[in-house]
C-alpha cells in the first residue's frame, strides 16, 4: 500500500525549490577552492559533528559547519559550509526536507529510535488500514509536536540528550512544525524478541525545519495504542539538495588523496556560494550602484517578493548578500563581499 496524505495549501515548498530538486542542475559543478558548499551522504553511526571534523582534516581549513544535524543512526544529505559559506547555513537550515524511514509499531524506547532500550511492548493483534490512515492523518498539516528527551535542544544551557544521560531527562516544550506530506508505504509484520507480534511501516516524510521524524513514530504508535519507534532513516532532500548528489565519505577521501598526488595540498570540490544561494533563494540582480550600496550598509528598496531571505547578486553574477524586507526596505542579513577598491 503507498498512500499519500498531503497537507492542503501548506506552503513550505516554493516552486523553485520543487524545481531544483527535479532536475538537480542547480548544484553541479563547483571549484576546488574558496568558498562553497559540500553536499555529504552521512553515514549511519556518525554524528553530524564526525562528518565536520572529517571534512575539515579533508579540506584542510577549521571553517567548516553543517545546517541541520542529523541523528547517528540517521543517514543521508548533510549541507555542511567550507569558508564564507558557513554564513549560509543558518539560512538554508529553515528549509524544507525530506526523509524516508521505518516505523515499528508495538514497541517503544527511550530514545524514539533504534538506538535507546526498549521501556514498552504491546502486542500488534490487529491494526485496520483505515486506523492507521486516521493517525497518519492526524499527524500531517501544522502540527504541535514535543520533540524527544533525548536530541541536541538545549535546556538551561545543557543538551537535553546529556542530561538525559545523567538520569535528568526534561520535558521538551511542544513545537509548531508543519507536515506537508506524509506518505505510507509497504506494511509488514515483524516479530520482537519475546515472540510477540509487531508492524513495520515504511514512510516517507516531507516536513519543516525542526520536525523530529523520531517523535512523528513515537507519536504514530501513542495514537495506534501500541507505541512506536523509528527503526531506519534517511534525510533525502535538504531544501534543493537531493541525496542523488551528495559524495560520500570514501568519494570525498578519494577526491582529497588525488589532490594530494597532484600536490594541490587540501583541497576538495565545492558548490561555489553564487550557485548554492541561487539553488536556494529567490534571485535579485543588482546594479552596480545598488551592489556598492549594500556593501557599505545601506538599505535598498523592498525586494516585493513576499519570501523571508533573498540571495542579491552583483553584475558580474557574484553573490553580494542575502536580503529581507523590513519596514518596505530590503536589508541585508549577511554580506559576503568586500567593498571593491574606489
Not at 151 to 158: H, L, M
Amino acid at each position: 500500500m503507498t498512500t499519500r496524505h498531503s497537507a492542503t495549501g501548506s506552503s513550505a515548498t516554493s516552486g523553485r525549490a520543487t524545481g531544483s530538486s527535479a532536475t538537480g542542475s542547480s548544484v553541479t559543478g563547483g571549484s576546488a577552492t574558496g568558498s562553497g558548499l559540500l553536499i555529504v551522504d552521512k553515514p549511519g553511526g556518525w554524528t553530524s559533528h564526525d562528518v565536520v571534523a572529517k571534512i575539515r582534516r579533508l579540506a584542510g581549513t577549521r571553517r567548516v559547519g553543517h545546517a541541520g544535524t542529523l541523528d547517528p543512526m540517521a543517514t543521508g544529505v548533510l549541507v555542511l559550509g567550507v569558508a564564507k559559506a558557513t554564513r549560509l547555513l543558518g539560512y538554508l537550515a529553515l528549509t524544507e526536507k525530506e526523509y524516508t524511514g521505518t516505523v515499528r509499531l508495538g514497541q517503544s524506547t527511550d530514545t524514539d529510535d533504534a538506538t535507546g532500550s526498549v521501556i514498552g511492548h504491546v502486542p500488534v493483534v490487529t491494526i485496520s488500514e483505515s486506523e492507521l490512515l486516521r493517525a497518519v492523518d492526524g499527524l500531517t498539516g501544522e502540527i504541535s509536536q514535543i520533540p524527544p528527551g533525548v536530541s541536541a535542544i538545549k535546556v538551561d544551557g545543557k543538551r537535553a540528550y546529556r542530561l538525559a544521560r545523567a538520569g535528568e531527562a526534561p520535558r521538551l516544550a511542544a513545537r509548531t512544525v508543519t507536515v506537508s506530506r506524509f506518505d505510507v508505504g509497504a506494511i509488514r509484520p515483524a516479530t520482537g524478541p519475546d515472540g510477540a507480534g509487531l508492524l513495520d511501516v515504511d514512510i516517507r516524510v516531507t516536513c519543516s525545519s525542526g520536525t523530529y521524524i523520531r517523535a512523528l513514530a513515537r507519536d504514530l504508535g501513542a495514537d495506534l495504542g501500541v507505541g512506536g519507534h523509528l527503526t531506519e532513516l534517511r534525510r533525502t532532500r535538504v531544501g534543493p539538495y537531493l541525496v542523488s548528489q551528495a559524495r560520500t565519505i570514501a568519494e570525498l577521501e578519494s577526491e582529497s588523496e588525488r589532490a594530494q598526488a597532484a600536490q594541490l595540498g587540501p583541497a576538495l570540490q565545492v558548490v561555489p556560494m553564487a550557485e548554492a544561494a541561487a539553488a536556494a533563494f529567490p534571485r535579485r540582480e543588482l546594479s552596480s550602484q545598488e551592489a556598492l550600496a549594500l556593501w557599505h550598509g545601506a538599505k535598498l528598496a523592498a525586494t516585493g517578493t513576499g519570501e523571508s531571505t533573498v540571495a542579491a547578486f552583483a553584475p558580474d553574477g557574484s553573490l553580494v548578500a542575502l536580503l529581507t524586507d523590513v519596514d518596505g526596505k530590503a536589508r541585508s542579513l549577511a554580506v559576503f563581499a568586500s567593498a571593491p577598491a574606489q
